[in-house]
Structures are given as structure tokens and as C-alpha cells.
């Protein structure tokens, strides 16, 4: 072979490397993926399929299921009650941004006579009042209810900075006809940020801590800095002597910006 030809091989194959180069340089991406938490693998520094490690979801291993308090039906009017559940998520920064649930109504004869469902959030390290209104016994005597949530749980990371800020509850005032028990309450913004819409329940207990009814109103928001009044009422006497309440400030984690 000819020095000349030597030399044509050679600028070929050099032509050949150089577009091998360039066309390895487009595809070596789609044939190298770094791992994400949306590819359905586990990979990086992933606990699970997609969750745990610096993925948004945690894996279930990871969080424990929120602690279902108690569950209630608290009567209103005729064959009127509101249904309520208080629940207890212990994980510190682990929410749910919607779950399903379910209320089972019993009766004297541990009969189902009804169910309410619903959906709601599970707020990160914090208990959670979940009401269900105007629940119609017809003609039976309600003996107990029961409350689950409706899996999956889909836990995420969030932080629990709304709920170290400077809202208050004062000004708690208690009506004196016991015929038509009734509360006020004072809620107070003092942060600089602006809330948006919320719901407040109140919880009352007689002398031995024993929850005898409930209720529950909505806000549009509250201004930073600022102050608004809650009313509660109750169309009968309370089955027992109101002595002390609970009022829960109940704020969406997912609405916020903070």
C-alpha cells in the first residue's frame, strides 16, 4: 500500500472517529440516565421505589400512621348529630395533602344504621379535628361510630413552620343560658403573614375531660397583624356541664406559600 493511500485511510478514519464522537455526545444521555424520583426505580439514595432519601415521598416504612384519637356523634337537633374524629399525626415532618375517610354510625344493637364519607389533609405533627355535619339517625338510637381513613397514604415532606407562628386564641367567653349553650373566642394573626381561608372547631369537656358536643366554623382568611371573632352554637342543652374546650385553629399546610 502506497504512502498516499496510507494517508487517505487514515483521514477517513479520522473523519469516521470525529462523527462517532459527536453522535456518542447526543445519545449518551438518553442511554445514562441519572436517577430521579419519578423513573419507577429505586436508585440514588433511595429508601424505596421513588421515595425516601432526598425524594419528596417518603416510603411507608418510614412514617407512621396518624393515632385515631377518638371518634364521636354528638347530638344537635332531632335526629340531627355532627360526627367528629380527633386524630394525632406524630411524625414531625411528614403531611398528607388528601386522604379519603369514613364514618360508621352504630346503633343499640351495634347495627350500622349509616356512613359518612369525606376527604381531608393530615397536617405534619399535629392533631387534626375532622368533622362531619347534620348526620340523620331516623329512628334509631346512635350507640357508638367509628373512623378510618382510607388508604393510600401518600406522605410528603413538609415542614411544620405554619404552625410556629404567633396565632393565638384568647377572649374565650362562654354563654350563660344553658338552653342555648353558646361560645365566642378570639383568634389573633400575629405573624406577618397574610392566612388564608381555615375552619375552627371547638371541642367542650365536662369536669372529668369527657367531650359532650362540638362545633365547627369557617374563615375566608385573617390579614397579618389582625384579629377576628368566632361564634358557637348549640340549638339544645348539652348533655353535660360544659367545664373546660378545646379550640383548634385548622390551617391547610398545602395553601400555604411558608
Known sequence: MSWASRRKIQYILGILIFISLIVFAFIYPSLIKKPTCFDNKQNGDERGIDCGGSCNLYCS???????????RAF??????????????????????????????VYDTNNLLIGHKVGTTYIPPNR????????????????????????PPFIWVKKESTLYTLPIRVDNIIKGNDINNPSLSA???NDSVYNLPEFDV???LYDA??????????HKDGLLSNSNTTVYF??????????????IFTQIN??????
Open 75 to 104: 347530638h344537635v337537633v332531632g335526629n340531627s348529630y355532627n360526627l367528629i374524629a380527633l386524630v394525632e399525626n406524630q411524625n414531625q415532618n411528614a403531611a398528607v395533602s388528601s386522604i379519603s375517610y369514613e364514618f360508621k
Open 233 to 246: 352554637t348549640w340549638p339544645e342543652a348539652l348533655s353535660g356541664e360544659f367545664v373546660t374546650q378545646d
Open 186 to 188: 378570639r383568634i389573633n
Open 127 to 150: 392533631q387534626l379535628a375532622i368533622f362531619e355535619s347534620r348526620f340523620d339517625s331516623g329512628q334509631n338510637k346512635i350507640k357508638s361510630v367509628t373512623f378510618n381513613f382510607i
Open 201 to 203: 372547631v371547638a371541642i
Open 208 to 217: 372529668k375531660h369527657n367531650a359532650i358536643n362540638a362545633s365547627k366554623t
Open 61 to 71: 416504612a418510614d412514617v407512621a400512621e396518624p393515632n385515631i384519637l377518638w371518634s
Open 253 to 258: 399546610p398545602f395553601t400555604t406559600k411558608f
